[in-house]
């Protein structure tokens, strides 16, 4: 079936509210991406997703419509649902649904994080070294979520996780993955040795794409999902990682301090460079030995709950 694609420029402040109005007219999907990705790598490495998070300084908001739907009844339905954007800026194109959905994949090799960690395209054969004992592997198919690993933020997590597993701090870890996407990290924790992982993300989407993970990878027994209101609350796990944008870590980050337990770890992404004394303003009254690691434009900070 082929879609009615409208795109249209916004900043990391408007998105929240332009998404808003454009779910609240019946879009399929809302996908942001770089508004300077000219060249097709830079798109290539774009991750399409329900609910994929701004990353870049200047975006550009991509809505897909079923392709039957009349151009000027969705202007009039957008300014019904929203009046105060302007919506004259929008553009469309129709797009046939292998382009906008899964074309990317093609270009999706595995990747190897740290000692050990391997994503691997679920349709793979495993590469060398992925075969070695010692080697955690996670078979992915990201679908429509965000979280197949070519993303800095979601390698800085790889990089920690495995690296935490290198100390033999995940062995027996039940790890919080905030923001799960595809289940991407929780699953390279189940797999480096956690015993229990837990994905919350506010995108039913994202939850199915993370429970079809876990199955894949026969951990779905080891992994419970929720949608942020359903998580029990009275939890408290030895290790947290978050990845979603720097202004949704800096409203959250009560709650996040509140999910570790005393000694706990944590790792917070999709931070851009720049942003990372506001996120750390926020977090270290309850966190110490707060450390930065940095990937192209992108800053992990992890640190210990403090007693
Ligand atoms: C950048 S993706 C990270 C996916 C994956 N964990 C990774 O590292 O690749 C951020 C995810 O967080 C989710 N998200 C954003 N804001 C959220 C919130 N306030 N509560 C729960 N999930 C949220 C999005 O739906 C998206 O799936």
Redesign the pocket.
């Known amino acids: 079936m082929p879609f009615l694609e409208l795109t249209l420029p916004c900043t990391e402040v408007e998105q929240p509210r332009y998404e808003r109005a454009l779910e609240n007219v019946g879009a399929l999907a809302v996908t942001l991406s770089d508004a300077h990705a000219d060249a097709p790598d830079e798109q290539a490495i774009f991750e399409p997703?329900v609910?994929?998070?701004p990353?870049w300084a200047e975006l550009s908001l991509t809505a897909l419509f079923p392709g039957t739907t009349p151009r000027e009844l969705l202007l009039h339905a957008l300014e019904a649902a929203d009046d105060g954007i302007d919506w004259s800026h929008v553009e469309f194109r129709e797009v046939a649904d292998q382009d906008w959905e899964r074309a990317w994949m093609d270009q999706y090799e595995p990747l190897k994080f740290g000692e050990r960690t391997w994503i691997v395209p679920w349709n793979h054969a495993l590469p060398e070294g992925a075969d070695r004992d010692g080697s955690a592997v996670v078979r992915l198919d990201p679908g429509l979520?965000?979280?197949?690993?070519t993303?800095q933020?979601?390698a800085l997590?790889l990089q920690w996780l495995d690296g935490l597993a290198g100390r033999g701090e995940l062995d027996d870890a039940t790890v919080l993955?905030?923001?799960?996407?595809?289940?991407?990290?929780a699953l390279a924790a189940l797999k480096l040795g956690a015993a229990g992982a837990v994905g919350?993300?506010?995108?039913p989407q994202?939850l199915i794409a993370t429970a079809d993970n876990a199955e894949r990878n026969n951990v779905r027994d080891r992994l419970a999902v929720y949608l942020?209101d359903d998580e029990p609350a009275a939890m408290r796990y030895p290790v947290v990682?978050a990845?979603?944008?720097a202004s949704?870590l800096i409203s959250?980050a009560d709650e996040l301090a509140a999910r570790v337990a005393p000694g706990g770890r944590i790792a917070l992404?999709?931070i851009l460079a720049g942003q990372e004394d506001e996120v750390i303003a926020r977090f270290e009254r309850a966190f110490e030995q707060l450390q930065l690691a940095r990937l192209d434009d992108w800053i992990r900070i992890d640190g210990v709950r403090r007693r």
């Not at 979520?145 to 690993?149: E, K, L, N, P, T």
């Not at 993955?177 to 990290?185: K, P, Y």
């Open positions: 997703g609910g994929a998070m990353l979520a965000f979280g197949s690993g993303h933020t979601t997590c993955d905030f923001g799960c996407g595809s289940g991407i990290l919350v993300d506010n995108d994202a942020p990682v990845n979603i944008l949704a959250l992404s999709g």
